[in-house]
């Protein structure tokens, strides 16, 4: 049996801490025009988590903000410095998104998708040779 170093992570003020038990399922870059307002940068790295393997402590915020599908998912972020932390998908709870910018060990990231690349930003040329989905990976 080895055993698996839990993946912990912060907001940017401390408030919110997180640590991750087990590794992500998925790392995915999202170049969907919401990610790119929600994190205020030209696409976001998502870490596909079972919500049960994340353990969050702090005052989190949230905005009840809606797929291109119409799912609505929570986008949960610091209420003192307005980091993003993670998104909820209400049309599947077992799942959380969680921002990769906001690792303290930066080894966890490991992206093997891009998704929604129809609305990457234009200057964007992808330096990672990973397979590039136009929307989100069943489209
Ligand atoms: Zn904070």
Redesign the pocket.
């Known amino acids: 049996m080895h055993t698996v170093k839990p993946l912990a992570g ?7 801490h997180y640590e991750l038990a087990a590794p992500p399922l998925l790392t995915a870059i999202c170049h969907f025009a919401h990610c790119q307002k929600q994190s205020g940068s030209a696409f976001s790295v998502n870490l596909v988590v079972q919500r049960s393997d994340l353990a969050v402590s ?1 005052d989190l915020a949230s905005y009840t903000d809606r797929g291109e599908s119409g799912t609505v998912i929570y986008r949960r972020f ?6 993003p932390i993670m998104t909820e998908p209400s049309d599947k709870p077992e799942i959380a998104y969680l921002k990769a910018g906001t690792l303290d060990d930066k080894g966890g990231i490991d992206p093997k998708v891009q998704i929604w690349c129809s609305s990457a930003q234009p200057w964007w040329s992808s330096q990672f040779e990973i397979p590039a989905f136009d929307r989100n990976l069943s489209q």
Request: proline content about 0%; hydrophobic content about 30%.
């Open positions: 912060s907001c940017l003020c401390g408030q919110i702090g610091c209420a003192a410095c307005g980091s």
